[in-house]
């Protein structure tokens, strides 16, 4: 352990909805919770607009809005936040080790793991290269500057039925492209978007490429049946695919599902005692700022319980002069508040 390494009763990795409540929850049980953040920080709500299905804010809100709350609340309560990456986490002792990219090293009693999910994407050639002119993931976010186009919508889940809807506010026409004859999304989603009339479907079709220099003018599409290719001219693509979970850093660490997300036990718990796991990472079914949220509160007041059975309460300063603390992290020489300055000024920049 570097001497600089600071130490923490809860260190919690991300800074969406789950991540910054858990820092809430922990921060006003008096155990001074370090946020890592992330780069971006935020998750998902940093790139959507209107938020009108989060309660309390009966006109909506802007997603980065609602997360800037988020985030002053939890240090109004002592929460420090660092802007950065955890690279490398070492679970294998306790206390655990977590180390960012920026160099710093952190030693925590306990983890809440509460890095989110991301849109999945094709992986197509054109589709890198145009993102963010022509190809979203995000129609909340986009849909608006795509007014009087033909759009493009890849996917047959409930994400693909509910984006095609939304995008109808916008655009003349939308398309469906979907790789099977069969769609995945629940019936309301898809008998909801097979009545819209500006609603098309393109089946046993899988894109092959995002055509178009500095914005979008179509899609290579192959037929997965008869592997037929033709080119359908759009002004924009909407890749609803799914999410991934971010849990490559934990892959052989912890159990992970079929799908990559992090699997827990009892509530929050994961496989490995004193790490807990919070929001989008560990579900799959709700995917909901406010079910994440309230997730973070559980893996709060779940980990303030466990670090109580072991003996670990109170902030991890206060248990400095401890046997058990100051070998391991010392304490002693001061380095805690080195580092928590450390931490203070990053957070600034
Ligand atoms: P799903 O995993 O349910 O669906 C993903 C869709 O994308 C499937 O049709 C799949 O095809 C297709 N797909 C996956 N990978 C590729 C690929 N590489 N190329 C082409 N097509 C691909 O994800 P969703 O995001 O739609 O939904 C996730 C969960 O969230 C679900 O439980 C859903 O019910 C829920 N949800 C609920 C909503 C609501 O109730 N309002 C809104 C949005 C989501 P295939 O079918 O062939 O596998």
Redesign the pocket.
């Known amino acids: 352990m570097k001497p600089s390494a600071m130490h923490t009763r809860v260190a919690i990795l991300g800074s969406g909805p789950a991540g910054l409540t858990a820092a809430l929850y922990t921060a006003r049980a008096n155990l001074r919770p370090i946020v890592i953040g992330g780069v971006p920080a935020g998750g998902q709500l940093m790139i959507t607009n209107e938020v009108e299905n989060y309660p309390g804010f009966p006109e909506g809100i802007q997603g980065p809005d609602l997360i800037d709350l988020f985030r002053k609340q939890a240090e109004r309560f002592g929460t420090r936040i660092l802007d950065d990456n955890v690279s490398r986490l070492d679970v294998t002792k306790r206390p655990f080790h977590l180390f960012t990219a920026g160099g710093t090293e952190i030693v925590a009693d306990a983890v809440i793991v509460a890095t989110g999910a991301q849109a ?1 994407w ?1 992986n197509v050639p054109g589709e890198e290269k145009l993102r963010g002119h022509g190809v979203s993931a995000c129609a909340t976010c986009d849909g608006f500057f795509f007014k009087g186009k033909e759009l493009i919508v ?7 039925m ?1 984006e095609a809807t939304f995008l109808t506010k916008f655009a003349s026409k939308v398309t469906v492209v ?3 004859d069969t ?4 019936r309301i ?1 898809s008998e909801r978007a097979r009545k819209n009339p500006k609603i098309h479907f393109l089946w046993n079709s ?2 092959e490429e995002v055509l178009g220099e500095g914005s979008v003018t179509g899609v290579r599409v192959r037929d997965t049946r008869t592997g037929e290719v033709r080119v359908v001219p759009c002004g924009g693509v909407f890749v ?4 991934e979970p971010t849990t490559a850093l934990f892959r052989g660490m912890l159990e992970l599902d079929a799908t990559g997300y992090l699997k827990t036990t009892e509530h929050t718990r994961t496989t490995v005692p004193g790490l807990f796991a919070a929001g989008d990472v560990q579900d ?2 709700y ?1 909901q700022a406010v079910t994440a949220a309230g997730m973070g509160c559980m893996a709060a007041i779940d980990t303030e319980r466990w670090l109580a059975e072991e003996g670990l309460e109170g902030p991890a300063e206060e248990g400095a002069g401890s046997p058990a603390t100051v070998p391991e992290h010392g304490a002693s020489d001061g380095s805690i508040s080195r580092a928590k300055s450390a931490v203070a000024s990053e957070a600034k920049g």
Do not use: C, V
């Open positions: 999945k094709l890849a996917g047959g889940g409930d994400t693909a509910e979907h790789r099977r769609l995945r999304a629940s989603m899988a894109i609803a695919i799914g999410h799959h079914r995917r």
